[in-house]
């Protein structure tokens, strides 16, 4: 692209193919996409995110972008990507990117594999910043879901990114739901958010399925104030380990599901009522840590020595013994059997932690 104009955007689109990359130019510009993007394995590439900035972001009908990379950019108000469709998507990385001053900048809708958000900067986010979805059909689940190395790479992974300037009204930074597998690791986060991390049952989507499987480990978590819930994991199965959290957070690890609490499911119920917190495992988790201004996610164990060890609290008892989280059941305070995490990095980054990238299969489109 010869210029930051909604008109280069067109024309250098419109003339690539699936495979091409296009080089946004340095300089601030509001572009208003008017195409999804629609042909797979396209690179966006901007000039750093100091120098290129986007007001707005992308659209994509799943999986007409699969296999999209986009990097180097700084997104301002968002959202960065609105992914719906009902097929498939995988394969697409948003890297060394920064996301600034938007109520959410990512809107995965379909069932979604393989795809990471990485090395990347999150600032000021005003909203309920990032959601998962999937299309797990609401009626049947398929529980217990392999997880980590097992999983074969399901479902969105964030991964070695900084969460800065977050204030109250970032609730809900990470949440999934609707059928969706997350995996959150090696991530700095500077919060004052309430339920920053979420993992959904179905009682507030009735049509909805719940989240799927969630994974959160290696995370340093500074957060302003005490006495808040930062995991608010409502449904699905799932992981916490390796998350260290500053502060006097007593209660802030909830297994909760107000299907159970609310909505008069019983455990062992089909459809909506299936997809309460089960098949769960919180472990080495701490609070109390002090300072960890300068905790490095990737040597997290020598960063909250003095720390308390933190587990997981079900704040719901239900009406009767089939309405009840139970522990040694429903979750554990223990690590999970067999479970082994993830290759990292992720696949898709192939140990690359610079940008910008020189670009590969570049063409020039004049305008």
Known sequence: MTACTSAAWDTAYNAAVAGDTIAFPAGSCSV???????????VIQGQGTSSTAITGGFTCTSPNCNGLRVTGIRFITGPALELSGSA?????????????????????????TNTVIDHSTFDTITGSGNYVWGNIPRSSPGFPYPLGSASGGAGVYYEDN????????????????????IVVRYNTFNLYAWDPFDAHDNYEGASESGS????????????????????????????????????DQTGGISFNSYDLCENSCAKGSVGQCSWIIQYSYAWNNKHNCGSLASCDPHNIASCCG???TWGPEADCSGGGSNQQLVI????????????????????LTN?????PHQPTNLRIIPH
């Open 162 to 181: 900084t969460w800065i300037n977050m204030t109250d009204a970032a609730h809900l930074t990470c949440q999934s739901r609707g059928g969706s597998r």
């Open 212 to 247: 799927a499987t969630w994974e959160y480990y290696n995370n340093v978590i500074t957060y302003s104030g005490t006495g808040k819930r930062i995991f608010h994991m409502r449904g699905g199965q799932g992981v916490l380990w390796n998350n260290y959290v500053t502060g």
């Open 351 to 355: 140990s690359d932690a610079s940008s």
């Open 328 to 347: 040694g059941v429903d979750y554990f305070n223990t690590a999970m059997p067999g479970y082994n995490p993830y290759p990292y990095p992720h696949p």
């Open 88 to 112: 498939d998507a995988s394969g697409i990385r948003f890297d060394h990117d920064y996301f600034y001053n938007g109520s959410y900048f990512f809107n995965f809708y379909p069932n979604i």
């Open 306 to 308: 003095s720390g308390t």
């Open 32 to 42: 208003t996409m008017t195409k999804d993007i629609g042909k797979q394995n396209l």
